[in-house]
């Protein structure tokens, strides 16, 4: 079921290799306290078991060690809280269904597949014991039905990330269930979800999830100005909008989300082609003003914008957004104003096209972090 399992005999090696290692450690200190007798790795206590085994950072070591006997599993099942089966290219589903059970403390649990493997029984079987999951990541579950999404509406109501992008199969109807209940998310990624991502769940969502900071609505091609707008009202923490081939959108989100989001960096408008210089220029007028009264746009405005694709937009109404926000780049080192597919767009251009020695100056602040 594990590629690379090791058997009790690599375990025993380990652990006479720990314990020779321990007993030197002892002689340098030269404490002189009694030592603990150890007859065994069974025999670890259950905090440095838990602490070696995060150390290791390898989630197939965690979900061998949570077989060896119970006092292990016991142990492990509270003390992680994060685990990723990313790694699993087959059979996810039969080995998530009796690992739930084991793990009831988790926080973050990422099941990205790149082939669909996970089923609605993986999920409820999720939402049965972890009822303190926080970030859950079902990317690409092609398979997954509303039987999901109703099953986590009722197991973890602390949900504050979400990611079910390529979920192609959920309705609006369960969507709107499950924000209902989880009204403490922060981040929902439904890129792809064509079916869930309505006008009608998206003003659900802009009354039940007032945190939300992060939504990814690409290619959600049903989404018009009705949706966003009702988001931008009742979402003004949001900090990224993707919008990205959301072909009925006009002016009218955007104008919405620079008036009503104050707090907005990332925007994206890849082949929105209803989009005119009038929202450019919402954009370019809209600012964050700090608790001291003072503009602050390099730090909290416009940091990514792709209106690749958007034909309409002409350079002056493209270069007044730039101009706004010093933080939009068009220079190859920092670029972060996507304009590909708009010949008409060339040339518009950042402060470090004026200045190389801005942006010389700025990468090299970067990379000091």
């Given at each position: 079921?594990?590629?690379g ?10 652990f ?11 002689e ?6 009694p ?24 989630d ?40 739930a ?71 609006d ?6 924000t ?6 922060k981040?929902?990624?439904?890129c ?37 707008t ?17 072909v ?19 925007l ?6 209803n ?43 493209v270069q ?12 190859s ?19 470090c ?17």
């Open positions: 079921m594990v590629s399992r090791p058997g009790n005999g690599e375990l025993d090696a380990w006479k290799g720990l314990m020779v290692t321990s007993s030197s450690e002892r340098q200190d030269g404490s002189g306290g030592v603990p007798t150890l007859s065994g790795w069974k025999d670890l206590p259950m905090e440095l078991l838990v602490r070696i085994i995060s150390t290791v950072g390898d197939r070591m965690v979900i061998v060690a949570s077989g060896v006997c119970t006092g292990w599993r016991d142990a492990l099942g509270w003390g992680v809280t994060n685990l990723s089966l990313t790694w699993c290219k087959q059979s996810m589903n039969n080995l998530m269904i009796p690992l059970h084991k793990f009831t403390k988790l926080q973050v649990l990422t099941l990205r597949q790149n082939k669909p493997q996970l089923e609605d029984s993986a999920v409820e079987a999720v939402a049965n014991y972890c009822h303190d999951l926080r970030e859950l990541d079902l990317s690409r579950s092609f398979r997954l039905s509303d039987r999901s999404l109703y099953a986590l509406a009722h197991g973890c109501p602390r949900l504050t990330r979400l990611n079910i992008s390529g979920c192609s199969n959920f309705s109807t369960a969507l709107i269930y499950l209902c209940r989880c009204k403490n998310l981040c929902l990624n439904l792809g979800c064509v079916k869930a991502a309505t006008d009608r769940a998206l003003q659900v969502i802009a009354q039940n999830c007032g945190q939300l900071q992060s939504l990814n609505l690409g290619w959600c091609d049903d989404v018009t100005d009705k949706g966003v009702s988001l931008a009202s009742g979402c003004p923490d949001l900090r990224a909008v993707d919008l990205c081939g959301c009925l959108i006009t002016d009218e989100s955007v104008v919405a989300l620079a008036n009503g989001c104050p707090h907005l960096r990332s994206g408008l890849y082949y929105c082609q989009i005119t210089d009038r929202a450019m220029y919402s954009l370019a007028n809209s600012r964050v003003k700090s608790k001291r009264g003072r503009w602050d746009a390099v730090k909290d405005g416009l940091a990514n914008l792709n209106i690749s694709q958007c034909t309409a937009l002409t350079p002056p109404a007044a957004v730039c101009d706004s926000f010093p933080a939009l780049h068009t220079c080192e920092r670029h972060s104003l996507i304009i590909s597919g708009c010949l008409s767009l060339t040339s518009v251009h950042c402060a096209a004026l200045h190389p020695h801005r942006a010389g100056r700025a990468l090299m602040a970067n990379h000091a972090y």
